[in-house]
């Protein structure tokens, strides 16, 4: 901070100054001319090795005395630490905010799932957004100004489902957190969020064990999946077909619900599943060996409105409870589409030498160890494309061309 003399300028050497430039009144403030004559003072300062100016106003409005008086306060603050510019922003926000009248909750979380809707994946996570803070939050902050939503208040939205629904619970905070954070960059809020974990309700609700209650999706043994196969095979309608493709590929549901015929490459025999369809948001390279090849072939004629698989209402895909009701005809209702990818997983760790990688890489799982993803950049392609024809021949009955484990003869029958 400067050290000169203080009040070096006066009304009548104001008066007579015409040039442009910055005129030192000594303490930091500064009277100023520009370019094109307007005439303000400035309060120039650093703080923390940052250079700033801060306006205080037109000459016409801040007399002289009024712009000492002035710079007098930003100096007090700048002996605290205290940087004038975002103290004068934060007055500002707590006059608009003493002013302005009630922000409810529930209008601040319409408004924050309105604006965010079109960067989500799909409809049914903006459907959860909604539908879990009208059940849990609004009967309690709903009508809540914004700025009065304390901890206490959001504690009693959390408790009671805090075990029970542990992981309803957990996205619940996490939401209430966005909004709210959200809120205080509009200035419509002050103070800490009340829904932030570390350091805050870390300390006053219980720690969740959410490893603990994962539930698995239902999933066929895989010593049992050639019999499978050949049942489904014997099955009619294009469900049963999807179905098989979705195993011998151990895609997810939604990739090959939405499969399109113009994904499917015949002659390198690959099908490209776009990002905005994985999970992961990358795009899948999958092989296709000759049963896959002759199964998307046997669509194809039948492709409608774009979709591979059409459904019977123009314009959509068959609906992924077709695979569902299939499953149940042949007698498997107590299994899952999804577990399928389970099946394979276990087969290719108890019935083959094939790297973890490979099968990881197959059913597009992220890599855990960021120093491993950042270098394996490549999606082992031909690798994999020898993984998935011993998968295919395996669920044909046929004997693969694997390399069993060494745990005795009885394994390696089973997995012949």
């Not at 498997?332 to 997983?345: A, E, K, M, N």
Request: proline residues 5%.
């Amino acid at each position: 901070m400067a050290t000169r003399q203080l009040h070096r300028l006066t009304a009548l050497k104001i008066g007579k100054l015409d040039a442009p430039g910055h005129y030192p009144d000594g303490g930091n403030l500064y009277f100023q001319i520009s370019e094109t004559g307007s005439r303000s003072w400035i309060f120039k300062f650093t703080l923390r090795g940052r250079s700033r100016e801060m306006g205080l106003g037109p000459l016409s409005s801040v007399s002289l005395a009024a712009a000492r008086a002035e710079a007098t306060k930003c100096r007090d603050l700048l002996r605290d630490g205290i940087d004038p510019i975002e103290a004068r922003n934060a007055e500002h926000r707590k006059r608009a905010l003493d002013t302005a009248g009630p922000r409810l909750f529930k209008t601040a979380a319409a408004e924050y799932i309105a604006k965010h809707r079109a960067g989500w994946k799909n409809k049914k996570h903006a459907q959860q957004w909604t539908n879990t803070l009208a059940t849990y939050a609004s009967p309690i902050i709903g009508d809540q100004d914004v700025r009065d939503v304390d901890t206490a208040m959001i504690v009693q939205v959390l408790q009671p489902i805090w075990i029970k629904k542990r992981e309803t619970a957990f996205r619940l905070r996490g939401r209430l957190e966005c909004i709210l954070d959200a809120e205080k960059a509009f200035g419509h809020r002050g103070g800490e969020n009340p829904a932030r974990w570390r350091g805050h309700l870390d300390k006053l609700l219980p720690k969740q064990n959410r490893r603990k209650k994962i539930k698995h999706h239902p999933a066929l043994p895989w010593q049992e999946i050639p019999e499978f196969m050949k049942e489904l095979r014997q099955q009619r309608g294009t469900a049963a077909r999807m179905l098989e493709l979705l195993i011998l590929t151990v895609v997810r549901t939604q990739e090959v619900q939405f499969a399109r015929p113009e994904e499917f490459s015949m002659r390198h025999r690959v099908w490209t599943v776009p990002g905005e369809r994985m999970k992961m948001e990358l795009p899948l390279r999958v092989p296709l060996d000759e049963r896959l090849v002759k199964l998307v072939e046997e669509a194809l004629p039948g492709a409608r409105d774009g979709w591979l698989y059409p459904g019977r209402t123009k314009g959509k895909p068959l609906s992924n409870m077709a695979m569902l009701k299939v499953l149940d005809r042949m007698g498997y209702g107590h299994i899952t589409v999804h577990g399928f990818r389970s099946t394979f997983r276990d087969w290719v760790a108890d019935c083959t030498e094939y790297a973890d990688s490979l099968a990881e890489k197959a059913l597009a799982h992220a890599i855990q160890n960021e120093s491993e993803a950042a270098y394996r950049r490549g999606d082992m392609l031909e690798r994999r494309r020898k993984m998935m024809s011993d998968w295919a021949r395996y669920c044909a009955g046929e004997m693969a061309a694997v390399t069993p484990l060494g745990q005795g003869a009885a394994l390696q029958s089973a997995c012949s």
